[in-house]
């Protein structure tokens, strides 16, 4: 695992793993989720932006332990049930990182046209002690950490954003507090024409178990 480094690296505390699949192993997974994900549609797949619904630049599928739901962007979703490539991988990801996860949030990215706005993972279903975990299969995509206090002109510190690379078959572990720190997003890239998909494994509390 590559240790990512910013002059605020306590509070950035990001660990990159580039070839955490083989390339074969990896097209093979990508290919699985292909068939298996089914994406949300209708209201699910909208975000509410001041108090106004758009459809998001991406698809999305949320996945899970019976019963957990997640509010994101203002629009609840309830977890579908693991498919077993999500299984497979999640358990991949729990013998690397040594943490447990109840929830995966999938999106995919048809090219380099759909993208993430800037965002913190900072929902308060969300178990502060557990790292998210990310895994990239299909292109390859910048994505970009801004600090929240050098966001905007009128920030009030000027400190480096740390942008990665997200390549296929990557695992990139996002640890606390740097969700609280930090904001991140995935541009728009023109030049991307292949798609991509995300998988961030998260632990929700059960608290928020309907
Ligand atoms: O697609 C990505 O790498 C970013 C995903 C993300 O930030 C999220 O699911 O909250
Ligand atoms: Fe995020």
Request: charged content about 30%; glycine content about 4%.
């Given at each position: 695992m590559t240790r990512i480094v910013s002059r605020e690296t306590k509070r950035c505390n990001l660990k990159k793993r580039s070839n955490c699949w083989k390339r074969e192993e990896a097209d093979q997974l990508f290919k699985q989720l292909e068939e298996e994900v089914v994406y949300s549609t209708g209201e699910e797949a909208k975000v509410h932006v001041f108090g106004k619904l758009y459809n998001i630049p991406r698809k999305q599928a949320t996945h899970g332990d019976a019963g957990l739901t997640y509010t994101y962007s203002g629009v609840k979703r309830s977890a579908c049930p693991w498919t077993p490539t999500?299984?497979?991988?999640?358990?991949?990801?729990?013998?690397?990182?040594?943490?447990?996860?109840?929830?995966?949030?999938?999106?995919?990215?048809?090219?380099g046209q759909d993208h993430m706005g800037e965002h913190r993972?900072?929902?308060?279903?969300?178990?502060?002690?557990?790292?998210?975990?990310?895994?990239?299969?299909?292109?390859?995509?910048?994505?970009?950490?801004?600090?929240?206090?050098a966001r905007g002109k009128q920030s009030s510190r000027q400190i480096e954003p740390v942008k990665l690379e997200l390549t296929h078959g990557s695992l990139?572990?996002?640890?606390?507090?740097?969700n609280t720190f930090w904001y991140h997003s995935l541009p728009v890239r023109k030049r991307v024409l292949l798609p991509r998909i995300n998988l961030t494994f998260r632990r929700i509390v059960l608290d928020s178990k309907k």
């Open positions: 999500l299984e497979y991988i999640r358990d991949a990801v729990t013998k690397t990182t040594g943490q447990a996860f109840n929830f995966v949030l999938v999106n995919r990215y048809k090219d993972d900072d929902e308060k279903e969300l178990d502060p002690f557990c790292p998210i975990a990310s895994v990239s299969l299909g292109a390859a995509r910048d994505f970009i950490f801004r600090h929240r206090d990139l572990l996002m640890n606390p507090p740097t």
